[in-house]
């Protein structure tokens, strides 16, 4: 255990950031499992809905940091590879 009490606060600085991170992540991830499901039950207005939703979801942790700006890319061109791809 650290005894500086800057080194304390970092502690607790980073498991505050690394919570908030990981429910944002986790987040991410529920809405790109929304718009798949959209997708097997053949709904193309929800699908679409949710590739909207899941699409500002992944810029804001794009934004914030939490995702590189080109695994962002890429995780919304699949989802939107993938609603297109429906008949």
């Known amino acids: 255990m650290a ?7 970092r502690i607790l600085v ?8 990981k429910a944002i992540k986790s987040g991410v991830k529920t809405a790109i499992k929304k718009v798949f499901a959209a997708i097997e039950s ?9 590739l909207a939703a899941a699409t500002k979801a992944i810029e ?3 934004t ?6 080109n695994n962002a890319a890429r ?10 791809e429906m008949a």
């Open 64 to 69: 914030k940091g939490i995702y590189h700006k």
């Open 75 to 84: 995780k919304v061109s699949r989802i939107s590879k993938a609603v297109n």
């Open 3 to 9: 005894n500086i009490k800057s080194a304390k606060k």
């Open 42 to 50: 053949g709904d193309k207005a929800a699908a679409t809905a949710e």
């Open 14 to 21: 980073n498991r505050t950031k690394a919570d908030r991170n």
């Open 60 to 62: 804001m942790a794009a």
